[in-house]
C-alpha cells in the first residue's frame, strides 16, 4: 500500500464500512434464520411477526447499501412464499 495520506483515509474508511456492512448481513441472516424456524413451527402469528422484522431489516440494508434491492427483494419473496404455506394450512 502506498504511504500517502489520501489512501492511508481511504483504507481507514473501508475498514469501518466493511465492518458495518459485515455486522448488517450477520443481523439479516440471522432474523432470516430465525423466520425459517418460526416458518417450520407452523405458527402464524410467530411467523408474521418475524416477517415484518425481516422485511424492516432488509428495507433498511438496503437503503444503507449493504445489499441490492433486488437480493432483499429476492429473500423476502421466498421466505413470503414459504409463509404463506403455513398461513393456508
Known sequence: MA???SVIKRHRQSEK???????SRTKLRTLI???RQA???KN???VFAQLRAVN???GKAVSKGTITRNTASRWLS???RSAK???TA
Request: no cysteine; glycine share 0%; aromatic share 0%.
Open 39 to 41: 416458518i417450520e413451527s
Open 33 to 35: 434464520k430465525k423466520a
Open 56 to 58: 424492516r431489516a432488509l
Open 78 to 80: 421466498r421466505l413470503a
Open 3 to 5: 504511504v500517502h495520506p
Open 85 to 87: 404455506l403455513v398461513a
Open 44 to 46: 402464524p402469528d410467530v
Open 17 to 23: 464500512r466493511r465492518a458495518i456492512n459485515v455486522e
